[in-house]
């Protein structure tokens, strides 16, 4: 059974980047023990992975056994209710990893299939399902957006060094961090980090632009020609001096939760956020995950990357390793500091 909900969940990946604000879904459709159908959700307001696998299928579905990462829905959105296909298609048992956080279904799809005669378990991979949608659980029930933290630093913590130079101090993350801009539906950086380094924050390993966000709260780049301002993307300016930003999308918005607050409103269901040490410090209370790239360097004295924060010793500490990995003569981290689901 797990390898076949496996197969869902590496067919749902396949829609990273391009199904924000909704779900990463895949479906895989079993009869006789044989895979006869599947599908994924593509693209924001396509049809959903259950109905893709359904339309897909070459054969009857008469008995067949439906493994989907995500409860089907039974409510009339973009697109009408998946259990209404489910039940036509007499597909007779349904595997299900997690049900949907979305409240309009919320273990309502699955009353209706049961209630068709059709055999839904619940469960299989949960961990892995939730982990895969956290972004989507987050959005959904907390209204909020995730927050995602990036940084590259030496082992002692610094950004950079006392001169304040910070090209480059690692150098073997480029596609761990250009996933990471595919994965999350923006990106943030602070005015300082443009003016240092015209970055264009762009995904250059085959994903999509993520949106772009600078915070510019005195209005410092306005009307300047940096890379951030080309077409390549949408770019989002948060400034108190949205007037000097004639043409841009600029909003007022200057404290961090307000920031988040005008994101959730333009339907922006995760961002992630690559400094300097003054964002990342600002947003760090709001975040819910940190991407932490490490070189084996020691400088001493320096920038550290959450300079702008103050914790202590007995303070809680509720971080979990999530991953780790080596990099050559380097090593990355995922820490969890939020975990929506099981996982
Ligand atoms: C998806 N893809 O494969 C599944 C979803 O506006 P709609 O019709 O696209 O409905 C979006 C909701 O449908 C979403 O919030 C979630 O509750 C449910 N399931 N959504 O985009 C899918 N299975
Ligand atoms: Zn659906």
């Known amino acids: 059974m797990e390898k076949f909900m496996k197969l869902a969940l590496k067919l749902a990946k396949k829609g990273t980047g391009r199904v924000s604000p909704n779900p990463l879904v895949g479906a895989v459709i079993v009869k006789d023990g044989k895979i006869i159908s599947t599908g994924y959700h593509k693209r924001y307001g396509d049809f959903h992975a259950e109905r893709n696998a359904i339309l897909n299928a070459k054969t009857s579905l008469e008995g067949s056994t439906l493994f989907v990462n995500l409860e089907p829905c039974c409510h009339h959105g973009k697109t009408p209710p998946c259990t209404d296909l489910i039940i036509k298609s007499k597909i007779s048992q349904v595997f ?95 005015a300082n980090t443009v003016l240092k380094d015209n970055p264009q924050l762009t995904c250059r390993n085959g994903g999509r632009n993520p949106i772009r966000i600078i915070l510019d709260y005195e209005g410092k780049l306005a009307g300047k020609n940096f890379s951030v301002f080309d077409d390549q993307s949408r770019t989002i300016v948060f400034s108190s ?51 932490l790239f490490y070189a084996p360097k020691i400088f001493g004295k320096g920038l550290s990357a959450f300079s702008g924060i103050e914790k202590y010793i007995d303070e809680e500490f509720d971080l979990k390793i999530k991953k780790i990995r080596r990099l050559k003569n380097e090593f990355y981290l995922e820490v969890i500091k939020n975990v929506y689901g099981n996982y």
Not at 146 to 175: E, H, P, Q, R
Not at 246 to 268: K, Q
């Open 241 to 291: 001096r949205c007037e000097k930003y004639n043409g841009a999308e600029c909003y007022p918005e200057t404290r961090p939760e307000d920031i988040l607050e005008r994101l959730y409103s333009l339907n922006i269901d995760s961002v992630l956020i690559e400094g300097g040490a003054s964002v990342l410090s600002q947003f760090y209370d709001f975040s819910d995950e940190l991407h």
């Open 96 to 190: 299900i990893s997690i049900l949907d956080p979305n409240p309009l279904v919320n273990g309502k799809g699955v009353d209706i299939l049961r209630k068709n005669g059709i055999e839904v378990h619940v469960g299989l991979l949960e961990k892995e399902a939730s982990y895969l949608n956290r972004v989507f659980i987050k959005f959904i029930t907390k209204k909020t957006p995730y927050v995602a933290l990036k940084v590259a630093m030496t082992l002692d913590g610094f950004i950079c060094d006392n001169l304040g130079k910070s090209k480059w101090i690692t150098k073997n993350n480029f596609n761990i961090s250009h996933n990471l801009r595919n994965f999350f539906t923006a990106i943030m950086v602070g």
